[in-house]
């Protein structure tokens, strides 16, 4: 069976600091997929990656970045030099391949940014 | 239109009503999901369409009623709601290649319909 597990729930930071968000999972399946979504207070869930468990390099975009370590299970999210626009909740999933592979969320934590 | 949409964005209904949650992409995709977000719970999957096919139902109990007259289009049918059904709905599309579970590629949501029971 797969979890994903963000063990944070509230996060609250200054504009302009850095944040990361934790997420840890479990898979028994050798390649799997790792998302990050983020749902802003209006609601809809917006994609912001998606990582095939072979590729283990970090990747960056813009001021975020993700930080993929298969030896803990780890796929964590940093944000760096916050905005408020990025105040929302973020989601972890993770889905395992195949025919019957589904996508299974963490709980989701939520960032606050203040001025 | 772009994206995913959902209408209504707001639902109040009695326990006896009928009503019907609707959802529209826009995007080419050819899988459809429905999705429930209750406070302080994960996501949970209740219903995945592929090529207008019922592939997946998560033991969602039958008061739930999910349409999908083709690919573009998505329903769900509401009767006899409990108020533990107050939550927000979630429509997702993706791609989704022949043989691939609904998990392989990345899903776009519309803006959901906040579901109160009363």
């Known amino acids: 069976a797969q979890k994903v597990t963000q063990a944070q729930t509230e996060i609250s930071v200054v504009e302009k600091e850095d944040v990361t968000l934790d997420c840890v999972y479990e898979t028994r399946d050798t390649t799997y997929y790792l998302f990050w979504y983020k749902q802003p207070p209006s609601g809809e869930l917006v994609f912001l990656i998606r990582r095939n468990s072979f590729d283990e390099q970090n990747e960056i975009s813009g001021r975020y970045s993700w930080n993929f370590q298969k030896s803990t299970s780890s796929f964590n999210f940093t944000i760096t030099a916050s905005q408020v626009v990025d105040s929302a909740v973020y989601f972890c999933?993770?889905?395992?391949?195949?025919?019957?592979?589904?996508?299974?969320f963490g709980k989701g934590i939520t960032l606050s940014v203040r001025p | 239109e772009t994206g995913v949409t959902q209408t209504p964005r707001h639902l109040v209904m009695g326990m006896t009503n009928k009503k019907s949650l609707k959802c529209e992409q826009h995007?080419?995709?050819?899988?459809m999901y429905w999705y429930k977000q209750s406070a302080k719970k994960p996501l949970e999957l209740m219903f995945v369409y592929n090529f207008k096919e019922q592939t997946e139902n998560n033991s969602v109990p039958s008061r739930f009623s999910p349409e999908c007259p083709n690919s573009s289009h998505l329903f769900l049918h509401l009767h006899t709601l409990q108020p533990e059904d107050s939550a927000l709905y979630l429509c997702?599309?993706?791609?989704?290649?022949?043989?691939?579970?609904?998990?392989?590629?990345?899903?776009?949501f519309g803006p959901g319909t906040r579901l109160t029971v009363t």
């Open positions: 999933a993770l889905s395992e391949t195949g025919a019957n592979s589904k996508l299974t």
């Open positions: 995007l080419g995709h050819n899988a």
């Open positions: 997702a599309s993706s791609q989704l290649p022949p043989g691939q579970g609904s998990g392989s590629y990345e899903q776009y």
